[in-house]
């Protein structure tokens, strides 16, 4: 069994360009994205060509590493175009595709040089299955989500493959791949990018004696912080983070909470419950369904349905994003919302700690005050040390 | 016409034993995803359809974490071998281990994923020698089935395709009606789309749950040479003894009679990423070419904020196109340019901010190319 006290890498989803900047100035090792064909997120912006060669100049410039995803599952015509897309990411040099459809491992495998990440799609469940996937290229598995960290170590053990795990975000309650209920209600391709997310409907569920309304497919939001130190123990090779779809706030809180908590675990060898608390705290700071640990410790039980509509309150919103700062002089928020005079303000900085400050008044850039801001005004701010631009701002009650 | 069946009794097979079967598929509980039969009703129905002449296929379809796989092969191991005639598996992991270490011939289900050429003769060229047959997916199209089955008998691979029976839409180890103090089946009617009826059934293996209607393309695939799969495992005797009947007479009054509304599913034609380019705003999605920025505030009167993102650079004098998320197109020549503390500037460059004049019609988030 492994027992290294390798820090995992830290891997964010990236939505979009400006996310991906976020989640890797944030602490992300490493981000995953999608193109404009062949992920599993139609709706998400997806990068252009020349967003995904700006991409992965800006990871490299940072050492960092940039995953392109094609996890959908192909049909015949997807491969029309395939290899042309192939070359250009072989040229841009990103460092791996994450891929699900046993054809398209097997095409790049024959086509490219591009290390194969083996999508959680596939639902790789146990060693066999990951030697079976070990033969045709793939170098690191991304494993089903009802793989507990042990059972992931053990998977390494046996086949010497790079392991990784999801540790935080939403969770599909099927398998994943083999659910079809949006392909057949809706026409809409799950495993195409099209997923309408049926499972979180509500439903009223009849057996011989009862009636029932309930979330019953729901699952909770999984997070793993807690089980951090098992990661490093068992020597998973890189934790993941749902949310292509999620927003920027998203992207940097996940980004800074886990990356600060790596590294206090590398520092201290452990994370106590005063500091365990405080990054639970941090990742309070955003919506999400109701946490649980999902499978990484023990298979999720009957606990885990998400049996309600209404997200968890949030303690923080997002307020925007800092896009310029003149030195000494102010500061400015592109404001994602409405925020009034007064309010406490919270500056997340990319390395460790956050500026807290009080908006006293509100001044568009005309120096013009304002008795509450709106989505898409540019705010000044005078002039705080230590915030940077592309700083993520949150308002907080 | 070549049939196999799920069998869940001796009725069942009665039903079949003068029918043009070719082969009885059997469920050990332990080690299929519905399985009705524990090891000793296994052995009964497969020593009775051996007399019957129908060849026995064994059901080993669950999904197996690393946690469950020694005990689930140790159990299937323990199985007398001349009981069942081939094994049909889809978790390539037990797929990937029964070929290394068992000997016998299998039929792998490919029902998920495999919608393409390229993943079925990626998987049959290195496997062919084990291989009786393969399941094809039912989302595939008719043009598809023929393809692929046509491929696959070259290489003395037999295909098969759900042709009447259940489809199964999701599935998931988690106990999703125990958790609602309910029982192991339950309809489930979705109070946010028409759909109502859904079968939602438990066992040890987690939840599965299935469409409204049921898939049925008898007709559709008379003319295939492929094996048609019937699958009523969770039906009364009716159900199979009148599609029997119904092969026999040609009567479409059958349908009538059936516990569910039937569909022939995605045979005629999959459209399922058609509707993809709607779920975003096409409008302000990024064209790469001539790329400038995009806007982040238009204040009436006074200017429009732009943040330079593409390669290229701005200076004053040149013509901007906009495109609001409306569509609308607009055209601007830059007159002036100004940076955030309102300073005269010439030319901008990437992750600038710059502000021009006040442009009707361009909303935030308008994307902005070079003329």
Redesign the interface.
């Known amino acids: 069994m492994a027992n290294t006290q390798k820090i995992p890498e830290l891997l964010a989803p990236a939505g979009s ?1 400006e996310k991906l900047k976020i989640a890797l100035s944030y602490g992300a090792d490493a981000v995953y994205l999608g193109g404009q064909k062949y992920g599993l997120r ?4 997806n990068f ?4 995904l060669t ?1 991409a992965v100049e800006f990871a490299h410039s940072r050492s960092k590493q940039v995953y392109v995803v094609l996890n959908s ?4 015509s ?2 029309d175009d395939l290899l042309e897309f192939i070359k250009f990411l072989e040229r841009i040099k990103v460092d791996a595709l994450i891929v ?8 790049i495998a024959l086509n490219s040089h591009i290390p194969i990440h083996l999508s959680t ?13 070990k ?2 290229g793939v170098k690191r598995l991304i494993l089903g989500r ?3 960290i042990i ?1 992931a170590a ?2 390494k053990e046996s086949t010497g493959l790079e392991v990784e795990l999801f540790i935080h975000g939403s969770m599909c ?3 994943s ?5 949006s ?7 799950s ?4 997923c309408s997310h ?2 979180r ?10 009636n ?3 979330f ?2 729901s ?1 909770k939001d999984l997070n793993g912080l807690s089980l951090i130190d098992d990661f490093i123990k068992y020597g998973i090779d890189s934790i993941k983070v749902e949310g292509r779809m999620k927003g920027p706030l998203y992207a940097a809180t996940i980004s800074k909470t886990y990356k600060e908590a790596l590294n206090y675990h590398q520092s201290q060898k452990t994370i106590d419950s005063a500091k365990l608390n405080y990054f639970q705290n941090e990742l309070n700071k955003f919506t999400h369904r109701s946490y649980f640990e999902g499978s990484l410790d023990s ?7 998400f ?1 309600e509509r209404d997200h968890t309150k949030n303690p923080a919103r997002v307020f925007g994003t800092v ?2 700062v ?1 030195d000494n ?1 102010f500061f ?1 928020i ?1 404001s994602l919302t409405k925020v009034l005079p007064n309010s406490y303000i919270e500056i997340l900085k990319f390395d460790e700690g956050i500026i807290k400050y009080k908006l006293e008044s509100l001044r ?3 120096d013009q005050e304002l008795d509450s801001t709106r ?4 705010i000044k701010v005078p002039f705080i040390e230590g915030v940077a631009k592309n700083n993520l701002v949150r308002v907080v009650s | 016409m070549s049939f196999s069946i799920v069998i869940k009794n001796e009725t069942d097979l009665d039903i079949i034993s003068k029918q043009d079967v070719s082969e009885v598929i059997l469920g050990i509980n332990e080690l299929s995803r519905n399985g009705q039969l524990d090891l000793e009703k296994f052995y009964t129905l497969s020593h009775k359809a051996q007399s019957l002449g129908f060849k026995r296929v064994l059901l080993f379809d669950v ?5 469950n ?1 020694k005990k689930s092969i140790e159990l299937f191991q323990s199985i007398d071998h001349l009981s069942y005639d081939f094994i049909r598996v889809q ?7 029964l070929v290394n270490n068992c000997s016998g011939r299998f039929q792998l289900i490919l029902e ?12 049959v060229q ?1 496997y062919r020698n084990f291989l009786d047959k393969v399941i094809l997916s039912y ?1 595939l199209t008719k043009k ?1 089935v023929l393809e692929y089955s046509q491929y696959l008998r070259k290489l003395h691979i037999r295909s098969e395709l759900l042709c009447f029976g259940s ?17 192991d ?9 028409p ?1 109502k009826g ?1 079968e ?1 059934i438990e066992n040890d293996h987690g939840t599965f ?1 299935y ?2 209607k049921d898939l049925l393309i008898f007709n559709e695939l008379k003319d295939l040479e492929i094996d048609k799969r019937i699958d009523l495992s969770h039906k009364n005797k009716d159900e199979l003894a009148n599609f029997f009947k119904y092969i026999r007479s040609g009567d479409k009054s059958f349908v009538e009679l059936l516990s569910k509304k039937t569909t022939r ?1 995605y045979f005629s034609v ?4 058609v ?2 380019p709607k ?2 705003n096409i409008r302000i ?4 070419e001539s ?1 400038l920025g995009r806007v ?2 238009n ?1 009436k009167g ?2 429009t ?1 732009l ?1 330079i ?3 290229k650079k701005v200076q004053v004098g040149e013509s901007l196109k906009f495109i609001n998320p409306e569509g609308k197109i607009i055209n601007h020549t830059i007159q002036q340019m100004f940076d ?3 300073c005269n500037i010439n030319q901008a460059v990437k992750d600038d ?1 710059i ?1 021009i004049a006040s442009l009707k019609k361009v909303t ?2 308008s994307k902005v190319y070079l003329n």
């Open positions: 360009l139609a709706a998400a912006d252009t060509n020349h967003e700006e599952f192909f049909f015949d997807d491969f699900s459809d046993l054809g398209v491992v097997d095409f799609q596939a639902s790789c469940l146990n060693s066999e299955s990951a030697k079976f996937w033969d045709y009802e793989v507990s059972e053990k998977i309650m099927s398998y791949g083999n659910c079809t209920i392909n057949f209600t809706q026409g809409r391709d495993n195409r990018g099209g049926s499972c409907f509500d439903y009223d569920l009849t057996d011989s004696n009862n029932k309304a309930a019953f497919m699952s298979p999720a039980g009957l606990e885990s349905v049996d896009i310029d003149v002089e400015v592109d568009d850039l005309n989505p898409n005004q540019l | 999904l197996l974490s690393e946690s796989f978790d390539l992991g037990v797929f990937n281990y998920t994923s495999f919608h393409n050429i390229y993943s079925i003769k990626a998987l290195k989302e598809q489809i199964l839409l999701f599935y998931t180890p988690r106990k999703l009606l125990s958790a609602q103090d309910l029982k089946y339950a309809l489930a009617n979705s109070k946010e789309s759909h859904y939602v749950m469409h409204l599913g999959n459209k399922t990423d509707l993809f779920l975003k999605s990024r064209v790469d790329y982040l505030e204040k006074h200017f904020a943040k993102e593409g390669m955030l503390s309102l901010i502000l935030p988030q």
